[in-house]
């Protein structure tokens, strides 16, 4: 088993055991800490796998997560009364 694969078993084994412990009794406390925990834990999960795919695929760093939007198109013209930046609040 080579490096990266041990490391994605350790972080799915720590999900796991994560989300056990969440039926258990905890402090609110307890729980926000395991729920950051899993929070943090899931993010790099993805971020390995993400980089593993990359590797085996040869696919480039760089991810394209929407297509470029159609600067004719109305439906991407700002709402009527609301500011660009209350849009996002």
Excluded: W
Excluded at 12 to 37: A, V
Excluded at 44 to 66: C, F, K, M, V
């Amino acid at each position: 088993m080579d490096f990266e694969t041990a490391k994605t078993l350790g972080h799915r084994r720590n999900l796991e055991r994560y989300h056990r412990l969440l039926g258990t009794t905890l402090t609110e406390l307890e729980r926000q800490y395991i729920l950051n925990r899993i929070i943090e834990e899931t993010a790099e999960l993805e971020r390995l796998e993400l980089r593993a795919h990359q590797s085996t695929h040869g696919e480039p760093d760089q991810i394209i997560l929407a297509p470029k939007p159609d600067t004719k198109s109305d439906a991407l013209a700002p709402v009527q009364g609301i500011a660009c930046s209350e849009a996002g609040a």
